[in-house]
């Protein structure tokens, strides 16, 4: 089943922070964060297994809560090139090779 | 890194045709992922090969096949195509499917 994300759609300005929220119905083992520019690829920001730690990459990170079935995605102080669509992606087993991915959050940074 | 390669980017097909989309993996990486994504929509997952060997597949009819070759490079192969198949096709690679994905930048399929 597809993870839930939330919020849709975010708009900040330049320097405000956010949190993007995954949330499975399912237990989970592990939780991919990427990010998507429009007509790009979407590029790994960061994977947390279970065990609840959370993870840092520049101003971006994130952290896990397995008995929640839930990861956080933390943007501080955030930049234009943070703009974008954030997809959770969750693997159910010790084998992450299917990725379950969620709807998106579209997050819009503004000068 | 060279990344991952896919071609074509862009196709046009008719309903009921085959077409064959390739992908080349990141140096390095020993399996590969493939990934339908709507308009709006996140991936969906197709199906993952390691090691030459089909590695598990999501909810897609046997119509979508696909191999892996020996240099890790990969195909999707969709016959009797719909419609309903014009999509972007992502192909991800990783060292074991245990750590992030590179994807590609992937190939817009659409069916006429």
């Known amino acids: 089943q597809q993870p839930v994300q939330s919020p849709q759609a975010v708009i900040l300005r330049e320097g405000e922070d956010a949190v993007i929220n995954c949330s499975s119905s399912k237990a989970l083992y592990s939780v991919h964060w990427y990010r998507q520019k429009h007509g790009e690829a979407p590029v790994f920001l960061m994977i947390?297994?279970?065990?609840?730690e959370q993870k840092g990459h520049e101003k971006i990170s994130a952290s896990f809560n397995e008995k929640k079935q839930q990861s956080s995605l933390y943007l501080t102080a955030s930049q234009l090139s943070y703009s974008g669509t954030y997809f959770c992606?969750?693997?159910?087993?010790?084998?992450?090779?299917?990725?379950?991915f969620g709807q998106g959050t579209t997050l819009q940074v503004k000068p | 890194e060279t990344g991952v390669t896919q071609s074509p980017t862009h196709l046009i097909k008719t309903r009921g045709q085959q077409v064959t989309l390739r992908c080349s993996s990141q140096?390095?990486?020993?399996?590969v992922s493939w990934y339908q994504q709507a308009l709006g929509q996140g991936p969906q997952f197709i199906f993952q090969y390691y090691r030459e060997e089909e590695n598990g597949r999501g909810n897609f009819p046997p119509r979508f096949s696909g191999l892996q070759f020996p240099n890790y490079s990969s195909e999707l192969n969709v016959n009797a195509l719909e419609l309903d198949d014009s999509a972007l096709y992502l192909c991800a690679s990783s060292l074991a499917g245990v750590y992030g994905y590179t994807f590609g930048s992937g190939t817009r399929l659409t069916v006429v």
């Open positions: 992606g969750t693997g159910a087993s010790g084998n992450t090779g299917k990725l379950i």
């Open positions: 140096s390095g990486h020993n399996t």
């Open positions: 947390l297994l279970k065990g609840g």
